[in-house]
């Protein structure tokens, strides 16, 4: 479907018992049209307006495939399995994508994002947010995590893509101190990595007592380099 000379709309399923691992493939109509002008990176904005750094690279049999930023997309849209997900090109290394439910309901959000200590280069709706927690008393340097089914069960691990923020954190394996709102404290340990750094060790405990669960919105506000005050938005 063609919306003007650079814009490009097609359509994708995502199948059931598909994980954030299956690289999406993209159609072989849109790698023709824009074969000359086709970037290596290219960004993506699903329906909680977090814009996602991805990679464009083509497989063996010469389609397109979104990778290398897949999987942090996939989770920020709650993927389930069933979804019909609309991708718009705007001819400019960038992809606005909606999402609707098998219920035929668009899914909308409002807050978002993973990374938000960098308003400046941020869209409206990001600035709005970083506005909405300066009203509540956080302020940055911090993280924002949705938390998913395996963030809270049986998995009991947390996984948050680098940033600007991560910089204030420990550089090597540490442990971190999490403190709720009422000043009550717990022991994590912090992993960073190339790509991603977690909470493994202790995170268990912090879900528990705080009775945390998936769709909570956990904003990670760094005090220092090993203390970290939780605000949770259910």
């Given at each position: ?33 824009f074969a ?79 990374c938000s ?61 999490l403190l ?55």
């Amino acid at each position: 479907m063609k919306n003007g000379d650079d814009h490009f709309s097609f359509f994708n399923i995502i199948l059931p018992g598909q994980t954030k691992f299956d690289t999406m493939r993209l159609p072989q109509r849109f790698t023709k049209k824009f074969a000359k002008n086709l970037p290596q990176d290219a960004t993506l904005r699903g329906p909680y307006g977090k814009i996602c750094p991805v990679k464009l690279r083509k497989d063996c049999e010469g389609y397109l495939r979104i990778v290398d930023g897949w999987e942090l997309f996939y989770e920020d849209c709650r993927f389930e399995g069933g979804e019909f997900t609309v991708f718009t090109y705007d001819g400019n290394s960038h992809f606005e994508v909606r999402v609707f439910e098998m219920s035929g309901i668009e899914r909308m959000g409002q807050f978002h994002g993973e990374c938000s200590n960098n308003i400046k280069n941020n869209k409206v709706q990001k600035i709005d947010d970083a506005v909405m927690l300066e009203k509540a008393g956080i302020k940055p340097p911090y993280l924002v995590k949705r938390l998913m089914s395996y963030h809270c069960v049986k998995v009991f691990v947390l996984n948050f893509s680098n940033c600007s923020a991560t910089e204030h954190l420990p550089s090597k394996r540490a442990t971190v101190v999490l403190l709720n709102k009422e000043g009550r404290s717990w022991d994590v340990t912090y992993i960073p990595k190339k790509n991603q750094s977690t909470f493994s060790r202790g995170w268990v405990h912090f879900v528990n007592d705080n009775g945390l669960k998936e769709g909570d919105l956990c904003v990670f506000e760094i005090l220092s380099q090993y203390e970290i005050r939780v605000h949770v938005f259910p």
